[in-house]
């Protein structure tokens, strides 16, 4: 897959706005904060092109960075507690009318912080990605903030944790 010279295409803040789903589309996934559009820059080898903070809430609606053959899907994060009710409920409705609106998801990137273990938000989306039939894979970011052992300790216990969710380990 070609994934030069990606654009960013549109951000909807709500299901209405979503755009057509006429190409495959990328999906990421994950907590407020976890690294999710770092992920995406450094998939597409772009600085900022993902809009990328120390401070978590940054992304507050489904963008949608365009590529010749898909779309890469930037979430908004959930998790974080200093967003307000009204604010945690558009994130629900605008991700789960996202999800399940019968488009043409190839795959959702779950991200997960390495340095703790999934948070119950965490196993909620990979118990929904699980029974919705929606591909996906677990990807781990922050590992580099630990050490050997610890990363060895980490991935025993991911790996004992999903695999009841069919995750290959
Ligand atoms: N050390 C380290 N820092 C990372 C990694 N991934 C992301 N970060 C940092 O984590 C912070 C948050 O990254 P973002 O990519 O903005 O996270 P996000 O998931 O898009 O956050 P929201 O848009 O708020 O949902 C930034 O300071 C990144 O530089 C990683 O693998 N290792
Ligand atoms: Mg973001």
Same mark, same amino acid.
């Not at 990421?28 to 401070?55: D, H, M, P, T, W």
């Not at 899907?73 to 974080?80: K, R």
């Given at each position: 897959?070609?994934?030069?010279?990606?654009?960013?295409?549109?951000?909807?803040?709500?299901?209405?706005? /979503?755009?057509?789903?006429?190409?495959?589309?990328?999906?990421?996934?994950?907590?407020?904060?976890?690294?999710?559009?770092?992920?995406?820059?450094?998939? /597409?080898?772009?600085?900022?092109?993902?809009?990328?903070?120390?401070?978590?809430?940054?992304?507050?609606?489904?963008?949608?960075?365009?590529?010749?053959?898909?779309?890469?899907?930037?979430?908004?994060?959930?998790?974080?507690?200093?967003?307000?009710?009204?604010?945690?409920l558009r994130w629900a409705e605008l991700v789960?009318?996202?999800?399940?609106?019968?488009?043409?998801?190839?795959?959702?990137?779950?991200?997960?912080?390495?340095?703790?273990?999934?948070?119950?938000?965490?196993?909620?989306?990979?118990?929904?990605?699980?029974?919705?039939?929606?591909?996906?894979?677990?990807?781990?970011?922050?590992?580099?903030?630990?050490?050997?052992?610890?990363?060895?300790?980490?991935?025993?216990?991911?790996?004992? /944790?999903?695999?009841?969710c069919r995750i290959p380990c």
């Open positions: 897959m070609n994934f030069q010279n990606a654009v960013f295409e549109s951000a909807s803040g709500r299901v209405e706005q /979503l755009p057509p789903s006429s190409v495959p589309e990328i999906v990421f996934s994950g907590r407020s904060n976890v690294g999710k559009s770092s992920l995406i820059n450094k998939l /597409l080898n772009r600085k900022s092109l993902a809009r990328v903070s120390a401070k978590p809430g940054k992304t507050g609606t489904v963008n949608f960075y365009r590529l010749p053959d898909c779309r890469l899907v930037d979430l908004p994060g959930y998790g974080y507690a200093k967003v307000s009710a009204s604010e945690k789960e009318g996202y999800l399940n609106a019968g488009r043409n998801i190839r795959l959702v990137v779950q991200i997960v912080d390495f340095r703790h273990m999934p948070t119950r938000d965490d196993l909620h989306m990979i118990e929904f990605l699980a029974q919705a039939g929606l591909p996906f894979l677990v990807v781990a970011t922050k590992s580099d903030k630990l050490n050997k052992t610890q990363r060895t300790q980490q991935m025993d216990a991911y790996c004992a /944790l999903l695999k009841n």
